[in-house]
């Protein structure tokens, strides 16, 4: 039997979801096994495994994708819905009874039709396979544990989250709960190379365990585009009395592209350098609610068979967008209620009890220029010149709002999910 009384003093468990993403040229350092890195994945055993999770998690997604957008209408959104599920994925391995059910039913998962154990090692290896060093593209989701020092662990708990997760366990004192936060920042602004820099100000006294998750992400478009080429200021439109300045790129390329006559949309598809890719959804003016309405997995999967590849007059503005959300009150709504109540169920975790979850905190970062983002070095690209097209290429122009998603490969995996309503307004 796993569930037990709770105590009457709950003892908080903050999770914090920290994503930070850069758009940048960059050269990937194999990690070494020595510091602890999973090095190897056995890819042709699960592509099954990562198939059914990905379309899964595709569906997370855009769930969530549309709560934010009933709490946030008319503005940006931004998150890395990759690094949510799986945080919630290890929150549920330590979770049980009707608190694990709950998290792991909102995730997408049908606990009849699919084991636990079959979710959780689904999770492991993509995790694994998302770390697997890959040229030219630095893609690292990493999440850090801080334990109060009081708090008795369960020994195979610290062992199954190092080695299954691949996350680093700390002994924080918190009962000087600003220390605690400098550790924490100082921790993650480290990890996150000074771009992420004071974002836990809130601890609670009786808080015993922060988890953060974060995703760093580096990649060089496939096709740069030449500044040279960039306008300075261009129109878009925000809504009917709005517009802002912003700077748009241009460039006359081979893309994968399509019209989706159903959606009332445009769909881009603009590659990384290696392993990676970005989707540009535009819908019609006035069709932003019904194309979000209808995506999901199967909407991916229809794009990825109709892309089709050719020469397109592109202009895609230059901006950076980022988006800090409270996402506890919306995981609640979802249906993740027990492990925020006083019967949260983590006994997987430690033998104390009472522990239930405090907050979810989700903070992105994403940056688009032409080969980087400022401040970052970037080696010489050489742009060749447009060549001489004799057939009209389609112009796709990115002046209003549109959607968009970074996708990794080999995973089939989410990495990004946003919609640029304001590209100045951030």
Known sequence: MCCYLPSKMSLFLHLVLLVLVLHAPMYCVTPNSSEGKVTTCHLTHQNATLYKLSSINADFAFNLYRRLTMETPDQNIFFSPVSISAALDMLSFVACCSTQTQILEVLGFNLTDTAIAEIQQGFQHLICSLNFPKKELELQMESALFIGKHLKPLAKFLNDVKTLYETEVFSTDFSDVYAAQQEINSHVEKQTKGKVVGFIQDLQPNTIMVLVNYIHFKAQWANPFDPSKTEDSSSFLVDKGTRVQVPMMHQIQQYYHLVDMELNCTVLQMDYSRNALALFV?????????????????????????????????????????????????????????????????????????????????????????????????PEVRFLDQPEITLLQPIIQFDRSFMLLILEKSTRSILFLGKVVNPVGV
């Open 282 to 378: 535009l819908p019609k003016d006035g069709q932003m609610e019904w194309v979000e309405a209808a995506m999901s997995s199967k909407t991916l999967k229809k794009w990825n068979r109709l892309l089709q590849k050719g020469w397109v007059d592109l202009f895609v503005p230059k901006f950076s967008i980022s988006a800090t959300y409270d996402l506890g009150a919306i995981l609640l709504k979802m249906g993740i209620q027990d492990a925020f109540a006083e019967n949260a169920d983590f006994p997987g975790l430690t033998k104390d009890n009472g522990l239930k979850l405090s907050n979810v905190a989700h903070n992105a970062v994403l940056h688009i220029g032409e080969k980087g983002t400022e401040g970052v070095a970037v």
